[in-house]
Nanobody
Framework: VQLQAFGGGLVQAGGSLRLSCASSGSDVWTDWFHQAPGNERELVATITSGGSTNYADSVWGRFTISRDDAKNTVYLQMNNLKPEDAGVYYC?????????WGQGTLVTVSS
């Protein structure tokens, strides 16, 4: 299984970024995690194989997870970014009972 996360970058507070997670599978359960410097990795958004979504309270109303099945890609649209959203974002997929992680993409938010 190949998994690639990209789309991070530098953005001002209040700005937006869209992260992408491209995998070699389709309709897979996908999570996005956020790891701030010095902190543990935290789950921020999930999309199930059936398309149901769930979000951490800290990103509710600002982040949207979606999937393009034709491209085997899951997106994380991040709006109204805050300095505390900065860090490395990882995608994880669940396929055949196994977890696979992407390499992470760095998001920097300037205040």
């Amino acid at each position: 299984v190949q998994l690639q996360a990209f789309g991070g970058g530098l953005v001002q507070a209040g700005g937006s970024l869209r992260l992408s997670c491209a995998s070699s599978g389709s309709d897979v359960w996908t999570d996005w995690f956020h790891q701030a410097p010095g902190n543990e990795r935290e789950l921020v958004a999930t999309i199930t194989s059936g398309g149901s979504t769930n979000y951490a309270d800290s990103v509710w109303g600002r982040f949207t997870i979606s999937r393009d099945d034709a491209k085997n890609t899951v997106y994380l649209q991040m709006n109204n970014l805050k300095p505390e959203d900065a860090g490395v974002y990882y995608c994880r997929i669940l396929m055949g009972g196994t977890s696979y992680w992407g390499q992470g993409t760095l998001v920097t938010v300037s205040s």
